[in-house]
């Protein structure tokens, strides 16, 4: 009973600190965040499931779904994403977990969305002016996660988060905090996170120079002083998670877990995720299946599908590959790949 309280008053504290407060149907203030990269959801197993991780994730990517789960972890994991995205955007990330005897669990992570080169049109060469420009987001994690009981954990994750244009950048600092919780009713996991509390980035840089002049209505003026425009700065994409999920039997060598996550963004409406997953032959063969942004006004997500393979491979060496299959209703589909060592 005590630690159901404990937990209840974390999730108490955050949610005061998040300000929930009911959203006009009209405003979803959907593209008013910066580094919306970090919104991307990370691992095959993951986003097959729907994105119904936060009270799941026993593998090196709960550094992004719920960095309080990463001491549940339990080996050293090395954890690869590719993602071919939306408009031909690569999408990777790459992951580190080291777990301690009594220290807890460790982590470096590193997230990286590229655009390949695109030609620069202005409103004088429409056409292109023959010069090529690129962009870039990254974001650098610094993970530790500890178990204060068996059956409950907290961590954190500092980023260092850099957006890059052309010649001009952002930089912006962020904190992820974590908890999860195994309750004593029929083994419900109940798992929360914040994601991307920070700081606010403002673009700068050479791209941002023009010439002006300062007096338009006097004569003779130069015309060739340089200005800098100012931009706006723009909030983090702030993400509250709070997510159940149970474990089912089928016999002595499988399983079926489901999982429901409820998202609370800053920059978009209130949603659920839903998962399912089917473990065959004691945990090496997984089917998955979900649903994103169920009740999102308006949202572009339908359904997930994917499956992996687990096989150990003597001397506490393993290996998992995990594929998932997002569908949306008219933009292409995504294929995400990811492959989870652990030795």
Same mark, same amino acid.
């Given at each position: 009973?005590?630690?159901?309280?404990?937990?209840?008053?974390?999730?108490?504290?955050?949610?005061?600190?998040?300000?929930?407060?009911?959203?006009?149907?009209?405003?979803?203030?959907?593209?008013?965040?910066?580094?919306?990269?970090?919104?991307?959801?990370?691992?095959?197993?993951?986003?097959?499931?729907?994105?119904?991780?936060?009270?799941?994730?026993?593998?090196?990517?709960?550094?992004?779904?719920?960095?309080?789960?990463?001491?549940?972890?339990?080996? @050293?994991?090395?954890?690869?994403?590719?993602?071919?995205?939306?408009?031909?955007?690569?999408?990777?990330?790459?992951?580190?977990?080291? *777990?301690?005897?009594?220290?807890?669990?460790?982590?470096?992570?590193?997230?990286?969305?590229?655009?390949?080169?695109?030609?620069?049109?202005?409103?004088?060469?429409?056409?292109?002016?023959?010069?090529?420009?690129?962009?870039?987001?990254?974001?650098?994690?610094?993970?530790?996660?500890?178990?204060?009981?068996?059956?409950?954990?907290?961590?954190?994750?500092?980023?260092?988060?850099?957006?890059?244009?052309?010649?001009?950048?952002?930089?912006?600092?962020?904190?992820?905090?974590?908890?999860?919780?195994?309750?004593?009713?029929?083994?419900? @996991?109940?798992?929360?996170?914040?994601? %991307?509390?920070?700081?606010?980035?403002?673009?700068?840089?050479?791209?941002?120079?023009?010439?002006?002049?300062?007096?338009?209505?006097?004569?003779?003026? %130069?015309?060739?002083?340089?200005?800098?425009?100012?931009?706006?700065?723009?909030?983090?994409?702030?993400?509250?998670?709070?997510?159940?999920?149970?474990?089912?039997?089928?016999?002595?060598?499988? @399983?079926?877990?489901?999982?429901?996550?409820?998202?609370? *963004? %800053?920059?978009?409406?209130?949603?659920?995720?839903?998962?399912?997953?089917?473990?065959?032959?004691?945990?090496?063969?997984?089917?998955?299946?979900?649903? @994103?942004?169920?009740?999102?006004?308006?949202?572009?997500?339908?359904?997930?599908?994917?499956?992996?393979?687990?096989?150990?491979?003597?001397?506490?060496?393993?290996?998992?590959?995990?594929?998932?299959?997002?569908?949306?209703?008219?933009?292409?589909?995504?294929?995400?790949?990811?492959?989870?060592?652990?030795?």
């Amino acid at each position: 009973m005590k630690r159901i309280l404990i937990y209840s008053l974390l999730i108490g504290i955050i949610l005061s600190a998040f300000n929930i407060q009911a959203q006009d149907e009209d405003v979803s203030k959907v593209g008013t965040t910066a580094a919306k990269f970090l919104s991307i959801p990370v691992g095959a197993r993951a986003l097959a499931l729907g994105g119904a991780y936060v009270s799941m994730a026993d593998d090196a990517s709960a550094m992004y779904w719920n960095p309080g789960a990463l001491d549940f972890v339990g080996e @050293r994991q090395l954890f690869f994403v590719h993602s071919e995205w939306l408009a031909d955007i690569n999408f990777e990330y790459l992951a580190i977990a080291f *777990p301690t005897t009594a220290m807890g669990t460790f982590g470096l992570s590193v997230t990286a969305m590229v655009v390949g080169e695109m030609e620069v049109t202005t409103e004088q060469n429409p056409n292109g002016t023959g010069q090529l420009f690129d962009a870039s987001s990254f974001a650098f994690g610094l993970t530790y996660a500890k178990r204060l009981t068996d059956d409950f954990s907290i961590g954190g994750n500092i980023k260092l988060i850099n957006e890059q244009i052309w010649n001009s950048s952002a930089t912006g600092v962020a904190l992820d905090i974590g908890t999860l919780f195994t309750t004593p009713f029929y083994g419900i @996991r109940l798992g929360s996170s914040i994601s %991307n509390f920070g700081t606010k980035m403002q673009i700068s840089g050479s791209d941002l120079i023009v010439q002006q002049d300062i007096d338009p209505s006097t004569i003779g003026n %130069n015309e060739s002083v340089n200005a800098i425009l100012s931009t706006d700065d723009f909030d983090l994409p702030l993400n509250l998670k709070i997510g159940l999920s149970r474990d089912f039997a089928l016999g002595a060598e499988n @399983r079926v877990t489901l999982a429901v996550d409820a998202f609370y *963004p %800053n920059d978009n409406e209130q949603s659920l995720n839903f998962g399912g997953e089917v473990a065959l032959f004691d945990e090496r063969i997984f089917l998955r299946g979900g649903y @994103r942004s169920l009740y999102e006004n308006q949202s572009e997500q339908e359904y997930t599908l994917g499956g992996g393979l687990k096989q150990k491979i003597g001397n506490g060496f393993g290996i998992n590959l995990d594929y998932a299959y997002q569908s949306y209703i008219h933009l292409k589909e995504i294929h995400n790949f990811s492959i989870n060592l652990s030795f």
